[in-house]
């Protein structure tokens, strides 16, 4: 078992800067992919990145390849998402999750691959 709790969302201008911080609780966190993942209103939940158990392996969604970037200190038990030149449409509420792993070989990417999820953390970009 493992809690999650995600910061750092907020109101931003279009082309700012946020930093997205997840920490992990209960368990332990370097036995675990971490992935972010975003549910803008009205629409179904996304895979925006994810990491593997040691951080070696990356995979983003095309549309934030570039802006975003993944990372995680395991001394801290803490996933980040640096988000860079932000746009209307990154506008959602960002979820962590993570994915129980045997092996540090996996960036899953499918929403059925993780166990455990945050409440979210809401990040609004105005034009």
């Known amino acids: 078992q493992v809690q999650l709790a995600e910061s750092g969302g907020e109101l931003v201008q279009a082309g700012g800067s946020l930093r997205l911080s997840c920490t992990a609780s209960g368990d332990t966190f370097s036995r675990y992919a971490m992935g972010w993942f975003r549910q803008a209103r009205g629409k179904e939940r996304e895979f925006v990145a994810a990491?593997?158990?040691?951080?070696?392996?990356?995979y983003y969604t095309p549309s934030v390849k570039g802006r975003f970037t993944i990372s995680r200190d395991n001394a801290k038990n803490t996933v980040y998402l640096q988000m860079a030149n932000l746009k209307p449409e990154d506008t959602a509420l960002y979820h962590c999750a993570a994915s129980p792993q045997a092996r540090d070989s996996a960036v899953p990417s499918t929403r059925s691959s993780y166990d455990y999820w945050g409440q979210g953390t809401q990040v609004t970009v105005s034009s």
């Open positions: 990491l593997s158990m040691s951080g070696g392996l990356i």
